[in-house]
């Protein structure tokens, strides 16, 4: 079965801070993604990657960064956290070449920004 | 861009019983794939059951199925004999076939299940 690990399950930050969220998968899927969840509202993509060292921006990029230096490995960035980023955070990856086949995802990240 | 439209926050079901959850999505493609997913209160989301769109038969999984109507863009969730671990926030996903990257999401129904 794939697994994806996202680091942390509950992380309390402050205002200004910059944040790390790491994702890995042991699948060796090429596509991984990090999206948003809010009540109400889904699902938000972020951004995504679909190879080492590309990235791509999902529909609420702003206020983030992505890296992704190995194919396993995908980390979103919060360059100075604020309070409107408090959310619930979703790591997925899936392989490049299986439309068909489903996003597999984390357990998921809950930030809360103070 | 296309959207996702779950017009059921939540809903209830009683034990044993049938629910249906509802999907409609608004894309000028004419293929691409569809996914209901489940997200426990655990919160790990798993997949529940897919539907290509060129396919007429509507897919089945055990106790779920879909009742997909391509030209009306419905995307149903049947959900039969219901069972207490069905109780989920249930999310319907639309994906196109000219990208393997964008996936879109309804906001999603909470689905309760009385014993």
């Known amino acids: 079965d794939v697994k994806v690990t996202q680091s942390s399950r509950y992380l309390v930050k402050r205002t200004g801070e910059k944040v790390f969220l790491e994702c890995v998968q042991d699948?060796?899927?090429?596509?991984m993604f990090w999206y948003r969840q809010d009540p109400g509202l889904g699902l938000r993509l972020i951004y995504f990657?679909?190879?080492?060292?590309?990235?791509e921006k999902g529909d609420i990029p702003e206020g983030y960064s992505v890296s992704r230096e190995k194919k396993e490995r995908f980390s979103l960035i919060l360059e100075s956290a604020s309070t409107n980023q408090t959310s619930m955070y979703l790591c997925?990856?899936?392989?490049?070449?299986?439309?068909?086949?489903?996003?597999?995802f984390g357990d998921g990240t809950r930030l809360s920004i103070l | 861009a296309q959207t996702v439209t779950q017009s059921q926050p939540e809903m209830s079901v009683q034990e044993a019983e049938t629910v249906t959850l509802s999907c409609t999505y608004d894309?000028?493609?004419?293929?691409?794939?569809l996914f209901w997913y489940k997200q426990p209160p655990s919160r790990q989301m798993i997949l529940v059951i897919r539907?290509?769109?060129?396919?007429?038969q509507n897919a089945t999984e055990n106790r779920f199925s879909v009742n997909f109507q391509k030209a009306a863009k419905s995307f149903s969730l049947k959900i039969s004999d219901s069972q207490l671990g069905d109780a989920a926030m249930y999310f319907c996903?639309?994906?196109?076939?000219?990208?393997?990257?964008?996936?879109?999401f309804g906001a999603g129904t909470r689905l309760t299940v009385k014993p």
């Open positions: 996903a639309y994906r196109s076939a000219g990208s393997n990257n964008d996936m879109r």
């Open positions: 990657s679909y190879d080492v060292k590309m990235k």
């Open positions: 699948m060796d899927h090429e596509n």
């Open positions: 894309t000028s493609e004419s293929d691409y794939y």
């Open positions: 997925a990856s899936t392989s490049g070449q299986a439309l068909f086949k489903p996003q597999h």
């Open positions: 539907q290509e769109a060129y396919k007429q």
